[in-house]
């Protein structure tokens, strides 16, 4: 099913890990409803902006699948509102920031980068249509590290 001109919802519902350990990770249809909002306010205008295609590395998980992950049970993940994401030849700081200055979300996550590697940590960001907090968070594992961002 094509969300939006360059997503797909089994691009968003794809998961290594749930293949390796037999977890069926189906969104319902208001999960499905949820990733379609989220491919609609961010994936696809981070890809109009940059016009780099890539496949975020993590979408909608269900319950199953985001433990075995090790998530919290209130990951947004599992609602379908959050995608993970990291775009080729762009630095994450980069790609956070210009989200956060340029799209309306709910959460955006800055996560484990190191400055000055741009590869390094990935890109959390969620949506949702009403109440959004625009709040933005740095993870890292040290607090050097948690001036680089937000």
Known sequence: MQLTTNFTLQELIKS?????????????????????LVAEHILQPVRDHFK???VPTSGYRCRALNRALKSKD???HIKGQA??????TISNLDLASWIRDTLK????????????DKASGWVH??????????????????????????
């Open 74 to 76: 209130t990951s947004q």
């Open 16 to 36: 290594q890990t749930a293949l390796r350990l037999d977890i069926r990770n189906i969104p319902s249809e208001e999960e499905v409803a949820n990733l379609r």
């Open 125 to 150: 960001c969620s949506y949702v249509e009403k109440n959004r907090r625009m709040a933005v968070i740095n993870i890292a594992d040290d607090k050097e590290k948690q001036s680089a961002f937000a």
């Open 105 to 116: 979300f709910d959460q955006l996550i800055l996560e484990f980068y190191t400055a000055g």
């Open 83 to 88: 995608v993970d994401l990291e775009i080729p």
């Open 52 to 54: 780099i295609p890539f």
